[in-house]
T-cell receptor, first 114, second 109 residues
Framework: NAGVTQTPKFQVLKTGQSMTLQCAQD?????MSWYRQDPGMGLRLIHY???????DQGEVPNGYNVSRSTTEDFPLRLLSAAPSQTSVYFC?????????????FGPGTRLTVT | KQEVTQIPAALSVPEGENLVLNCSFT??????LQWFRQDPGKGLTSLLL?????REQTSGRLNASLDKSSGRSTLYIAASQPGDSATYLC????????FGEGTQLTVNP
């Protein structure tokens, strides 16, 4: 059981480039989400999904796209990278049923945009 | 909009001390509250989850309490060790997870 995996671990982009951050989970969780973590601002929700084919915006969605074609994968796309998107990105997942909804986090992707 | 605050922002203690980390939130309509640990340059590791109907949860030397009516949770760490040094984050779960900014804990040998 690998849990939540993210690739790449590190990435450097030039302004205007596009890329996709990958996230996968093998726990059959319905709920998946993306956060960014910035000093002094904590973790902020970018986008989330409650199941395949269903996505919604979080607190800071501008400049990012997501899709959820399978239960396991939830990629985050940066359409045209900007220096303001320099951050550490975390993917998380959880069950929606039951009473717990405990969130499990991936190891993160550290992105620098120059 | 839910706001989560953690006090203190940083804490330094000698090894062996018992300590309490505080978390407060503005909206008591939460589904659960989760405490995480984050080591430098790493992801978040879930420590304890307290459901809204519960008052506390325990795991080893850790005990977390929840008082929804006052909008507060505490994380108690008994007999602290240098390996406990990390940033501790609390997060409330309602329609979405809302995080505090964390308490950076240093346990000195």
């Amino acid at each position: 059981n690998a849990g939540v995996t993210q690739t790449p671990k590190f990435q450097v982009l030039k302004t205007g480039q596009s890329m996709t951050l990958q996230c996968a989970q093998d726990m059959n969780h319905e709920y998946m989400s993306w956060y960014r973590q910035d000093p002094g601002m904590g973790l902020r929700l970018i986008h989330y999904s409650v199941g395949a084919g269903i996505t919604d915006q979080g607190e800071v969605p501008n400049g990012y796209n997501v899709s959820r074609s399978t239960t396991e994968d939830f990629p985050l796309r940066l359409l045209s990278a900007a220096p303001s998107q320099t951050s550490v990105y975390f993917c998380a997942s959880s069950f929606l049923g039951g009473s717990s909804h405990e969130q499990y986090f991936g190891p993160g992707t550290r992105l620098t945009v120059t | 909009k839910q706001e989560v605050t953690q006090i203190p922002a940083a804490l330094s203690v000698p090894e062996g001390e018992n300590l309490v980390l505080n978390c407060s939130f503005t909206d008591s309509a939460i589904y659960n509250l989760q405490w995480f640990r984050q080591d430098p340059g790493k992801g978040l590791t879930s420590l304890l989850l307290i459901q809204s109907s519960q008052r506390e949860q325990t795991s080893g030397r850790l005990n977390a309490s929840l008082d929804k009516s006052s909008g507060r949770s505490t994380l108690y760490i008994a007999a602290s060790q240098p390996g406990d040094s990390a940033t501790y984050l609390c997060a409330t779960s309602g329609s979405r997870l809302t995080f505090g900014e964390g308490t950076q804990l240093t346990v000195n040998p």
